[in-house]
């Protein structure tokens, strides 16, 4: 054993490795010293505990280190090529950010703003006009205000204007959200008392009206973005639950859900509430989500009634519940880019997905293909026609005819071959069917293409080498 601990190399001498300096210079010295300790301290415990050891070179030991530290300082969020056809896709971050938008944000982030200064008036200002006058514009009402996402939404608009009141609410709309947050739990913690109305298939006008009393504070709509139920069903339309809001001097709120500013063609005949339309009908709050169809950052923006939304920005909630300046500066981009419907489409990813021609999808596929068997002669790859899917707790029941290829490998099972995928330093996501790897091109970003070919190409190689 003595002999053992004696040949391990001293770290002293380990440090003057030629090799130890560079990655000094990258990682730091103190940082690069302990994991060099460590790695020689496992070496030795090996030694006292009696287990069989080869003592490492001097070249292996550094080369450990390296890979170390290497995990150690990489961040866990990382890039990620998506391929599985999912446009909004929750895990992995949602809505890509346009180029305005990011352009916004590094804005933001490397200098001083006026965030919360007013320019004209040379005095404190509020953060939430960066993005209010837009929001106006874009809905036509009369105020609005920005907060973390749409569930802090519900939660502040419940918490302003009817804490220790009831509200009204179908129980078909009692939906749950991404990672098991319940809109019914949202609404307790708010401290609104839930008064479900209706059944799960059906609720009519009369449901909620036979349920108001004195002490109903509020009348509120769920939009069920995240599922469908289709048969015996009856629900009560927005222009209804106005109405009755009015005769009872109510206030009407509605959480509509994904954002969808567009009342054009962009998704066909499918049912997604339009904001503007529902604005322009007086409805006093509605609510929606900024990461969703509307293509920009996560944010809960609530539109409405000045004498609404007014309170709920003096709620000391407000404050826990509020912004920062990037995600103000790029959904304040995002939404500039809104004020032409066509330049929209084509500067925000989301929409740009949404709405791109299967023509143009399948031309980027068999180029792909070309490319990469040019580099794999013999590799089993072909186009296929998809569906894509819009996700995010957006049009649950939506399929779009998209176009991608798909791919078996020679020597390694399918599901080995996409855990190597998924282990790439620029992980690669895809799907599996049928015993193929399918590749959706909808959700590849053009600038991602290449990246796509080549760790594809150096996984097949890898593959057909160690299979």
């Not at 940082?31 to 009696?50: D, F, P, Q, T």
């Not at 080869?54 to 090529?81: A, G």
């Not at 749950?176 to 109305?197: H, L, Q, T, Y």
């Amino acid at each position: 054993m003595e002999q053992l601990l004696r040949k391990i190399p001293k770290i002293d001498l380990l440090m003057k490795h030629s090799e130890f300096g560079k990655m000094a210079e990258i990682y730091g010295k103190e940082s690069l010293k302990e994991a060099l300790r460590e790695v020689v301290n496992e070496i030795r415990e090996k030694i006292k505990n009696g287990e069989p050891v080869v003592i490492p070179e001097v070249e292996e030991i550094i080369k450990e280190t390296e890979m170390r530290i290497r995990e150690r300082t990489t961040p866990t969020l990382r890039k990620v090529i998506n391929a599985t056809g999912i446009i909004i896709h929750t895990n992995l971050g949602r809505s890509i950010l346009s180029k305005k938008a990011i352009q916004s944000v590094i804005m933001a982030s490397s200098g001083y703003t006026n965030l919360e200064y007013d320019l004209k008036e040379g005095k404190r200002g509020e953060r939430y006009v960066h993005c209010s006058e837009i929001l106006r514009k874009l809905t036509e009402a009369e105020d609005a205000l920005i907060v973390n996402n749409n569930a802090a939404a519900v939660y502040l608009v419940l918490n302003t204007l009817a804490y220790e009141k009831e509200v009204i609410v179908s129980r078909g709309e009692l939906v749950e959200i991404g990672g098991s947050f319940r809109i019914p739990d949202v609404m307790k913690k708010s401290g609104a008392i839930i008064k479900e109305v209706g059944t799960t298939n059906r609720t009519y006008l009369k449901d909620y009206e036979e349920a108001i009393t004195e002490k109903t504070g509020l009348i509120m709509k769920v939009h069920t973005s995240n599922f469908v139920i289709k048969g015996f069903t009856h629900d009560v339309k927005t222009d209804e639950l106005l109405l009755l809001s009015r005769k009872y001097g109510l206030p009407f709120y509605y959480d509509a859900g994904s954002g969808l500013l567009f009342s054009s063609d962009i998704l066909g005949e499918r049912n997604e509430p339009h904001v503007k339309s529902e604005s322009k009908k007086g409805i006093d709050l509605i609510s929606f989500s900024g990461d969703k169809l509307l293509g920009g950052p996560q944010a809960g923006i609530i539109v409405g009634k000045k004498e609404y939304i007014q309170p709920m920005k003096k709620n000391p909630l407000l404050r826990a519940l509020r912004p920062d300046k990037l995600t103000l500066s790029a959904l304040e981009a995002t939404l500039l880019s809104y004020l032409d419907e066509e330049k929209a489409k084509s500067e925000i990813p989301t929409l740009k997905m949404l709405t791109c021609e299967i023509s143009y999808l399948k031309k980027r596929t068999l180029k792909l293909i070309r490319n990469v068997k040019k580099r794999c002669p013999d590799v089993d790859i072909v186009p296929q026609s998809l569906f894509s899917e819009v996700g995010g707790g957006s049009l649950p029941d939506a399929k779009i005819p998209s176009f991608g290829f798909s791919f078996r490998p020679r020597k390694l099972s399918v599901s080995r071959f996409e855990e190597l995928l998924r282990n790439l330093p620029v992980p690669i996501i895809a799907r599996i069917e049928k015993e193929r790897i399918l590749f959706d091109m909808r959700t590849v970003p053009e600038g991602d293409e290449e990246m796509l070919i080549s760790e594809l190409v150096n996984t097949i190689k890898k593959s057909d080498l160690d299979g």
